[in-house]
């Protein structure tokens, strides 16, 4: 495709600027996206032609070297042109800028290559700077990026093609075809965002196509169980051991508040006896590699004492028989039902129902809380208990009594 390229030297000088030589630069636009670059060469702006863009018209043979040199650069500019058009390049202000510095055009970084990259260097560093975790989303969010360019119809992009409206059509796509809401999606274009960076960081590309996007995490309402919907369910008398055991093993982590990956990796090597005397579970998360301590209440001891001799455990060396997340979260939609919880509960519900009901609703510090989540800032903690109305009716009653004292 033949595009349209314009080449302009203009004199750079300073607001401050008095008198004295003021350097030459040259402008090269493609299409409207260009670059600049020094030229190493300067000039008395009073012997400088902004309409020819050269030194005036000079029998000094310095002059005309200087005319010369300028028209040697706008030479090399069009021969980058002609090279990538017989070579069947698409022609960017980048590649022609890669050409003017002695680079191989022919090498130009692509986005799946770059990103293909990254993640091999995040499975490199797994236990050391990155979380299994961290891999495994990065892994998921470079095969939605494979599947939204053959939804293009092409296997890879150069970076210079990367510009806004690719990163708009791929928050489309992810919505759309893929099905995701909007955090999801966010998550996932964020992770193309770091890829970006990195390019930017290497001068692989100009220009930052996530200028004008602002990757936007919305807040969401994180359900939790109140204390009575808590106590329906542990009440609950089922008739099928798979739901005792999914409603038991919900329980245990609204009384630790464990995410899935890190009841289901549990070992009796995992309970400690704490400095207290007491028994503590001692863990790291799986998502981040955090540190977790927590100090096991009643309800926690008393079923997890109960599944000591379960078959699964003894045979696997757990401290509770977890199923798949999948069927854990279909069988607790069947318990929200017979308890007519009117809320989308699914395993994660427990972790903030020990955030909010268990811990925060009762006094606990939100410092302490953040301590046993294996939250890395209170910040994440603040997000992510969000406090009972219960608790602001009680806070409030107590600032009335205050005032009324005084």
Avoid at 377 to 404: F, G, H, N, P
Wanted: aromatic share 8%.
């Amino acid at each position: 495709m033949n595009k349209s390229l314009k080449v302009l030297f203009f004199l750079r000088t300073r607001t401050s600027y008095v008198s004295g030589p003021a350097p030459i630069y040259m402008r090269v636009t493609v299409e409207g996206d260009r670059f600049e670059m020094a030229t190493q060469r300067e000039v008395d702006p009073e012997k400088w032609d902004n309409k020819a863009c050269r030194m005036v018209y000079s029998k000094k043979e310095s002059t005309r070297e200087l005319n010369y040199y300028l028209d040697m650069l706008q030479g090399k500019v069009f021969e980058a042109q002609r090279e990538m058009m017989l070579k069947g390049i698409d022609i960017t202000a980048n590649k022609v800028k890669s050409f003017l510095l002695g680079k191989d055009i022919k090498d130009a970084k692509t986005l799946l290559v770059v990103y293909r990259e990254h993640v091999e260097e995040i499975k490199a560093l797994v236990g050391k700077e990155y979380a299994k975790g961290t891999l495994k989303r990065y892994k998921s969010a470079l095969i939605s990026l494979e599947d939204f360019l053959i939804h293009k119809g092409v296997l890879d992009i150069p970076l210079d093609n990367l510009n806004h409206q690719f990163i708009t059509s791929y928050e489309f796509f992810l919505k759309s075809v893929r099905n995701m809401d909007h955090n999801t999606a966010m998550g996932t274009i964020k992770k193309l965002k770091k890829i970006i960076r990195i390019c930017v960081a290497n001068e692989w590309i100009d220009k930052d196509p996530f200028m004008s996007f602002k990757v936007k995490i919305r807040e969401t309402n994180r359900p939790y169980l109140l204390q009575d919907e808590l106590d329906k369910i542990i009440a609950l008398k089922f008739s099928a051991d798979r739901l005792a055991t999914v409603r038991d093993i919900f329980v245990f982590c609204c009384y630790t508040g464990l995410a899935y990956a890190d009841v289901q990796k549990l070992k009796w090597g995992d309970v400690v006896i704490g400095h207290d005397g007491e028994k503590w579970i001692h863990t790291e998360r799986v998502k981040t590699e955090t540190a977790t301590r927590v100090p096991l209440l009643p309800q926690a001891l008393s079923i997890m004492d109960g599944y000591k001799d379960h078959p699964q455990c003894v045979n696997e060396g757990k401290l509770l028989p977890v199923s798949s997340n999948q069927k854990m979260n279909e069988y607790l939609k069947e318990i929200a039902d017979r308890c007519e919880i009117n809320k989308k509960m699914t395993f994660h519900t427990a972790r903030h129902t020990f955030a909010t009901t268990v811990t925060l609703t009762n006094g606990v510090p939100i410092e302490t809380v953040s301590k046993m989540l294996g939250h890395k800032t209170l910040r994440t903690t603040q997000q992510y208990a969000k406090i009972l109305d219960q608790k602001v009716s009680d806070d409030m009653r107590q600032l009335k009594e205050k005032l009324s004292k005084k």
